[in-house]
């Protein structure tokens, strides 16, 4: 008993426990729940980008077969619903706070953007409640819309909220402007740059559903959703929305079909059939259908920026200045204002030692999707600035982009390193990430590669990024003064059963990242229990104390720490117990894996022992310690931790069909220490997919009448497997300094670093076609253009 | 209200049905196998791909009335009575070749039906193209490719030639 096998601890790459489910079918998503006298919710959208409504006729869908209820924007107005709330508020540069005009559960006189909801109608079956949906009838006036980020900020653009003057939601600064002005003037040399980060829609394969229950006897409300942080959404609809305690709402968020951001988000959808199902006093469900996620499921990035590099003579970087627009959509997502701020400016130092950085962000809303956090959230933005520049900057300056970068990287001896942008990086070594990955991928071979391509009449490009990020988020006072209404520590439970099996309750959520396994496996590195033995409870606010969710890469550096906190406790319990029963002193009992030994003897006691013990508490210090081994604790993070490490993409064009191939891609990542280097991989490859995802593929498009015109998967291109090629991964570690286990954070590293590798290698592989810059994604389009249109079409 | 016969995993249903419904509804709604899941109502990404006689179909592109007499077979029937897994369930596992198990099923059973139609093993490039129609947002597909062409060695009794390649 409690003997761990050495494999299943810390830096095993055991096989996940929760796969036996999903192979075999039998995981539950909030779609396969099903509830007793369940009925269905299909929520009609606005078919406008902006429109005023005069008024909604109902009757005829409400006559129809089927049909419990309809309701409208007005009903729930009419009962003092809250709107969605904004989690996060910035401030302006002359600090007066940002606009934030409210968001209606559902539209209220106005309709702005394709996709807002305007009714929700409630029937036995959901080809019921669809067809009567389609009976509604809406008059719209539509009004002109403004539909892209440039354009909101221009004189005379059709005003998305009354109360957002000029359509800006906040223009915001970071930086010491006057200092960075002096290093521009001193500066041998200046490098500008301007970039649109694209916009993309995160296209997890579980649409986003939602089952609202209300027990007419209790007044209990449950709702089932797909979320990555069922107790945020409990505190942000419960508080701010529906006006209902937390002790009268469970939120649970069972099996999810990944989230890569868009479901941290409080959505309209979870209001409705939660509110709705008191109304028609039984359970309802939603599932969207996926063109109902392209116009409602948060949009990730849509970024315009320009930026100005100051170098010395040899080539040092001096200063950098930024000015970026970002787009918030519509309405203010739930963390949406923070991600061009404090998730990306306080990021545009990079791996390098710029000594002054001055970044201005306006935010502005426009008359699309909200646009909130996606996989990487800000950092990925500021990264394939940086790393867009840095190569735009070697090659004006003459220098290797490798020297170049090496040359103005942070030294090792320099951490802790206070960048001028707020953050203090603990630990890292991008010399030796570097180093690592240019073995790995065979860079210095590569002008044979290109030779040998060129010969088979093919463009070949390597490109690099040296990156870094931060994650693990967040400490609370931190993120607290910089406007973040909630804190984001975590929480975790051990509750070491009488017979010594353990059941872990963690805060945060697994939806897709193998948490059941990973949480288990530092359970086995401690207390030596099996993880056959541990199991992990996530998901359920009735179960789990608290929790902030996952999002970040937060759950091993916030959530794994605060499960140590609690084993901690377990063991100094466990010690006090141990010491009775073995008539020694507290201070002289050790314990390692699942064993209490007196120090210097062989007097042992298992986990077990103490566990039944406490249990059954006979022979028990009842008056000193109270009965269980039960133990929860709440850690908040010291500090955000710094994954990096190097991306090197090496592509190749066919200058016939303008289509970019990827032939390789390293990936030499620190993501501190590792739990389970399997899990560590998968996250990796999936991350860097993603990326080239974003490079290559993928972009919502809207026309300018605001129109969603990538609205399907028949439009919108997914990365598929026939897209990609084989990624090479690997770590290099440096721990993080400042929590227990000196984990970093992987979840996000790879959608991150990727985008500029590949955008570095493309523009390589077109380098004979005077090419300074291409806009992501790199379509076959623009790279038939540039090879066979000539320079005027290539500048884009 | 029209009445459709089949099989499903070896268990004959006779099940009252709209003209609408799709074959995953029946799946899902009628017969509570959950397992089969809806990604796109586009036809593009595969999360609903079951066998039906042998052959892998999308189950949202088909409609339940044209599946009288059908023998369906879903990710619930692929797994022997005594719990065993499938060699493609297995490899999935091996390989980590699931993140957040939504596409899984329909990958699983995308991938049985490729290995089953190329008896003389396949190459990796074949194995990326025969999964066009199936979309993965977790892994980047690398991981699901590695065990495919594990489970085909299994499946064959020979080895394929990715998996050579990678000795």
């Known amino acids: ?796 | 209200m029209p009445q459709v016969t089949l099989t499903v995993n070896g268990s004959t249903h006779t099940v009252e049905v709209e003209a609408r419904t799709l074959l995953v509804e029946l799946l899902r709604e009628k017969l509570r196998l959950t397992g089969t899941h809806v990604g796109c109502d586009t036809s593009q990404c595969g999360a609903c791909v079951v066998h039906m006689g042998g052959d892998s179909i999308k189950s949202c592109t088909i409609l339940a009335v044209q599946c009288e007499g059908a023998d369906v077979t879903t990710i619930e029937g692929l797994a022997a009575a005594d719990g065993t897994l499938h060699p493609m369930q297995e490899a999935f596992r091996e390989y980590h070749a699931l993140q957040c198990g939504f596409c899984t099923p329909g990958m699983v059973m995308s991938a049985i039906d490729l290995v089953n139609k190329h008896p003389a093993g396949l190459t990796e490039q074949e194995i990326r193209e025969g999964l066009e129609g199936n979309l993965c947002r977790c892994t980047g597909y690398h991981n699901i490719v590695k065990a495919i062409a594990a489970a085909a060695d299994v499946m064959h009794g020979k080895r394929s030639e990715l998996a050579r390649a990678a000795e």
């Not at chain 1, 221009?154 to 930086?175: E, F, K, Q, R, T």
């Not at chain 1, 090496?406 to 010399?431: C, E, H, M, W």
């Not at chain 1, 990955?437 to 071979?445: M, N, Q, V, Y």
């Not at chain 1, 401690?526 to 541990?534: D, T």
Request: with cysteine; glycine share 10%.
């Open chain 1, 1 to 796: 008993m409690n003997v761990v096998q050495p494999f299943e601890g810390i830096g095993a790459s055991v096989r996940r426990k929760e796969d036996f489910r999903f192979l075999a079918g039998r995981g539950q998503y909030t779609d396969d729940i099903n509830r007793p006298g369940q009925t269905h919710a299909v929520i009609l959208r606005s078919p406008h980008a902006h429109a005023a409504i005069s008024g909604i006729d109902v009757s005829a869908a409400k006559a129809m077969p089927g049909v419990v209820a309809v309701f409208t924007g007005p009903d729930m107005a009419a009962e003092n619903i809250g709107g969605l709330p904004c989690g996060w508020q910035i401030h302006n540069k002359d600090g007066s706070p940002m606009a934030e005009p409210p968001h209606p559960v559902i539209a209220v006189g106005k309709v702005r953007h394709v996709g807002d909801p305007v009714a929700v109608v409630i029937a036995e079956s959901k080809a019921q409640a669809r067809d009567a949906a389609e009976a509604i009838v809406v008059d719209y006036a539509p009004l002109p819309a403004v539909a892209t980020t440039e354009a909101a900020l221009s004189a005379g653009a059709p005003l998305v909220h009354d109360g957002a003057p000029g359509n800006l939601c906040y223009d915001w600064h970071i930086g010491d402007k006057a200092a960075l002005d002096a290093a521009f003037a001193r500066a041998a040399k200046v490098v500008s740059f301007e970039t649109t980060n694209n916009r993309l829609v995160p296209n997890a394969m579980e649409p986003r559903s939602a089952i609202g229950e209300y027990d007419t006897t209790s007044g209990d409300y449950t709702l089932y959703t797909t979320s990555q942080n069922p107790h945020v959404i409990r505190l942000l609809m419960g508080a701010f929305v529906l006006h209902i305690p937390e002790s009268k709402l469970r939120v649970v968020a069972p099996d999810v079909g990944g989230g890569f951001g868009s479901k941290i988000y409080h959505y309209a959808e979870e209001a409705i059939v939660t509110w709705a199902s008191a109304k028609v006093k039984r359970p309802i469900k939603w599932t969207a259908e996926r063109t109902e996620s392209f116009m409602s499921d948060a949009h990730g990035r849509d970024h315009v920026s320009k930026a100005e590099l100051a170098l010395d003579a040899e080539g040092k970087i001096l200063g950098l200045r930024v000015h970026t627009l970002a787009n918030m959509g519509a309405y203010l997502s739930t963390f949406a204002p923070c991600v061009p701020t404090y998730l990306y400016a306080t990021l545009l130092a990079g791996v390098y030692t710029t000594p002054v950085i001055y970044a201005e962000v306006k935010a502005v809303f426009t008359n699309t999707v909200p646009v909130d956090a996606y996989r990487g959230a800000g950092r990925p933005e500021a990264t394939y600035l940086l790393e867009r520049l840095m190569d735009v900057a070697a090659r004006e300056i003459g220098m290797d982009r490798v020297e170049f970068r090496r040359k103005n990287f942070i030294p090792v001896d320099a951490f802790p390193y206070q960048t001028p942008v707020a953050l203090q990086y603990d630990s890292g070594d991008y010399f030796a990430t570097l180093d690592q990955a240019l073995e790995s991928a065979d860079w210095k071979g590569f002008e044979a590669r290109r030779a040998a391509a060129a010969a088979k009449g093919k463009l070949r490009g390597i490109g690099i990024s040296t990156y870094l990020e931060a994650c693990g988020i967040a400490p609370s006072a931190v993120v607290g003064s910089l406007g973040a209404r909630a804190g984001l520590y975590e929480v975790g439970t051990i509750r070491v059963h009488p017979t010594g099996s353990v059941t872990v309750l963690t805060g945060t959520h697994s939806h897709g990242q193998g948490h059941e396994t990973t949480l288990a496996q530092l359970v086995a590195d401690r207390l030596g229990v099996p993880i056959a033995q541990v199991d992990v409870v996530h998901g359920d606010t009735a179960k789990v104390p608290f929790g902030m969710g996952t999002y970040g890469s937060r759950s091993l550096a916030v959530g794994g720490s605060a499960m140590v906190k609690a084993m901690d406790k377990i063991v100094a319990k466990g010690k006090r117990i141990a010491a009775h029963l073995m008539e020694a002193s507290v201070e002289d009992v050790e314990f390692d894996r699942g064993t209490f030994r007196v120090a210097g003897t062989d007097k042992t006691k298992t986990l077990t022992d103490i566990s039944l013990a406490a249990y059954v508490p006979h022979n028990y210090p009842i008056d000193e310690i109270e009965p269980g081994l039960d133990e929860t604790a709440f850690y908040d993070p010291k500090n955000f931790t710094y994954p990096g490490g190097c991306h090197i993409a090496e592509v190749e064009i066919d200058p016939e069909t303008g289509k970019v191939s990827m032939v390789n891609f390293t990936a030499v990542d620190d993501v501190g220490r590792v739990i389970n280097p399997m899990i560590v991989e998968g996250q990796v490859q999936g991350g860097v997919a993603q990326g080239i995802g974003q490079a290559l593929l993928e972009a919502a498009v809207y026309d300018a009448s605001g129109q969603l015109l990538s609205g399907s998967m028949m439009d919108y291109t997914m990365p598929r497997a026939d897209d990609l090629a084989p990624v090479s991964v690997a770590t290099h570690t440096t721990l993080c300094t400042h929590n227990p286990l000196g984990v970093k954070g992987c979840g996000e590293v790879g959608a991150i670093g990727s985008p500029p590798a590949v955008m570095n290698a493309v523009v390589d592989a077109l380098k004979g076609y005077g090419v300074r810059h291409i806009e992501m994604p790199a379509t076959p389009a623009k790279i038939w253009n540039i090879i066979h249109g000539g320079r005027a079409m290539a500048a884009e």
